[in-house]
């Protein structure tokens, strides 16, 4: 028998035949735990320190390496667990252990652990991979493939409370590597430093006290995410969204949007709460990532999911009832929180490359500067934590998951389910290729950078608009996809390079006109003068985009092909 995740054994069985009770898998163990990223590691001895307040039992350092694994087709993962091989300053097991966190200063996990003298040479993974594979489809141990790999320098002392509960307190040096190829944008490496608490003797509410005074006293952040997740945030690896799902709930409509891949025929409403389920729950996805800050691309994606929303929300009006159209001021409002930091790291992340473009000498009075982004930087993610820990926040997440799971009332199919996917891509992709057409045309070498700015947002909400449509129409839309892109990208790059620039003449008209600051006065013209340059290039270099994505029949081809489209294509696998 197994549990609901369909994986901790009730019974173990014997010791396997030749091995010694050393190397026997024990039982599953529940862990009680609270844990916290420390930002400032200079905070790491003042923890320390607070600890004489109790009663030291004992203290000691073990170096961790883990080393996790699972299959192509993440059957382990698909069950609940990481799964790993721990070398504990020498001490060797095979571990599963429940990854996903929940809400709470407090989190209960489950661990399976079975100590080894050595680890296996012949890629063999017996017997702990096998408790979830054979209720997994079947695995064996040559499918597993190693992911990446941790390293923890660990400092841990075991504390006695007041009350009489036993805690031991770990401080978690932390660096994170890859084990395979490392996918695009993924930062390849990751070095936090973690605080965990874990209860081993007491009750429960003992080290939740002593976990909320120790946040409020050094302004810990909550962790929301375990090594495990935050590896494959490292490397890239994206398991099955299904495995992952925490809002909506799974409601006959809401699995209905998630199986069916709407055809033509099928009323556009159903389309449209289909993308609004898909964005919203990458939006839920990324949140942890956002909210731990280790990543840039967890406020990215998640500042991306935010946007599509409002543009779904905005781009099928005609078929969305109030109640949900509601919603799009409020995404705005996320939106705007995430857009904060996401320019900051853009900022922070171009300005070592701008640098090396001007004289050393230059780039040596700016240090002024690059702190000016850092605290600018830090200011804009308070901002965002308090707008992802507020109230504000909650709501929104909950009311537009029930709008999701309860779907369209029988009266708002009546009244706006009667317009089919089909006449719905006509109408509003034809309408916004025109938006794009004409806009794109009123361009000259005189027109304002306002004006390519404007035309960069009608790009980018065509492009989420066909991405709409991509589960009816497939491949249909993919060439007029990559040419937009191409698009998008030239007045991108514009857009970063004016922004980039209009910091940089902030700063600079906020410096006082005297002595001590005229080497970095000099060195701030050099960099605008630099992004000047690269937004006049970009301009340039848009006139011959442009030619290449206003083609003739461009629109009207594409129009034709979709009304002759009659079914839609396979739905992407989840």
């Given at each position: ?22 190397s ?18 200079g905070?790491?001895d ?27 087709g ?70 597993l ?57 007491g ?41 992952q ?25 159903h ?23 280790l ?13 599509r ?7 099928f ?13 409020e ?55 308090d ?20 779907g ?8 706006l ?56 129409y ?73 030619e ?14 979709l009304?002759e489209?009659?079914?839609p ?6």
């Amino acid at each position: 028998m197994v549990s609901p995740l369909g994986s901790v054994p009730e019974s173990l069985g014997e010791d396997t035949p030749g091995e010694g009770p050393s190397s026997r898998l024990e039982a599953a163990r529940p862990e009680t735990e609270a844990k916290y990223l420390i930002e400032d590691a200079g905070q790491v001895d003042d923890l320390v320190g607070s600890l004489d307040l109790y009663e030291v039992r004992s203290a000691s350092v073990v170096d961790v390496v883990d080393e996790y694994w699972d299959t192509p087709g993440w059957h382990l993962f698909r069950a609940g667990w990481a799964y790993r091989w721990r070398d504990c300053s020498g001490d060797k097991s095979m571990m599963l252990k429940s990854f996903r966190l929940g809400d709470g200063i407090v989190q209960r996990r489950q661990e399976i652990v079975r100590r080894i003298p050595a680890f296996p040479q012949d890629g063999s993974h017996p017997p702990v991979a096998e408790h979830v594979a054979d209720r997994s489809g079947g695995l064996r141990s040559g499918d597993l493939r190693k992911l990446f790999r941790v390293e923890t320098h660990r400092r841990l002392f075991d504390i006695r409370l007041p009350c009489g509960a036993l805690v031991e307190v770990g401080i978690d040096q932390t660096m994170i590597t890859a084990a395979c190829p490392v996918k695009k944008l993924a930062p390849g490496r990751m070095a936090f430093v973690e605080l965990e608490m874990e209860l081993k003797e007491g009750e429960e509410e003992s080290l939740r006290q002593l976990a909320a005074e120790t946040q409020q006293r050094f302004g810990l952040l909550a962790a929301r995410l375990s090594k495990f997740e935050r590896g494959l945030q490292t490397v890239g690896l994206s398991p099955p969204r299904a495995s992952q799902r925490v809002l909506p709930a799974s409601t006959p409509f809401v699995e209905m949007l998630r199986v069916r891949a709407p055809a033509p025929a099928d009323p556009a409403i159903h389309l449209a709460y289909g993308r609004l389920l898909e964005q919203f729950e990458e939006m839920i996805a990324q949140e942890p990532r956002a909210w731990e800050g280790l990543d840039p691309e967890g406020v990215h994606k998640m500042r991306v999911a935010t946007r599509r929303l409002r543009s779904a929300l905005r781009a099928f009006k005609k078929v969305l009832p109030a109640s949900i159209r509601s919603f799009s001021g409020e995404f705005k409002w996320l939106a705007a929180a995430l857009g904060g930091v996401r320019d900051l790291d853009v900022a922070r992340e171009n300005l070592p490359h701008f640098l090396s473009e001007i004289p050393p000498e230059d780039a040596a009075h700016l240090d002024d500067y690059q702190q000016h982004l850092a605290d600018r930087w830090r200011e804009e993610r308070r901002q965002l934590l308090d707008c992802l820990a507020s109230r504000r926040y909650g709501r929104l997440k909950a009311g537009f998951a029930q709008r999701l799971e309860r779907g369209p009332s029988a009266r708002v199919m009546e009244t706006l389910g009667s317009i089919t996917v089909g006449e719905a891509a006509q109408l509003l992709i034809g309408k916004r290729y025109r938006g794009v057409l004409r806009r794109g045309r009123e361009i000259t070498s005189a027109s304002s950078d306002e004006a390519l700015h404007a035309l960069r947002i009608r790009c980018k909400r065509l492009r989420y608009l066909l991405e709409f449509f991509r589960p009816t129409y497939g491949e249909l839309l993919k060439a007029e996809t990559t040419r937009l892109k191409e698009l998008q990208d030239v007045l991108g790059e514009f857009q970063d390079a004016c922004v980039a620039g209009h910091l940089l003449r902030r700063y600079a008209e906020g410096l006082p006109m005297r002595s001590g600051n005229r080497g970095q006065l000099n060195a701030l013209d050099h960099l605008i003068a630099g992004q000047d340059r690269r937004a006049a290039t970009r301009r340039a270099d848009f006139a011959h985009a442009w030619e290449r994505f206003d083609s003739p029949g461009g629109r009207t081809g594409l129009l034709t092909r979709l009304a002759e489209t009659r079914t839609p294509v396979a739905p992407e696998p989840t």
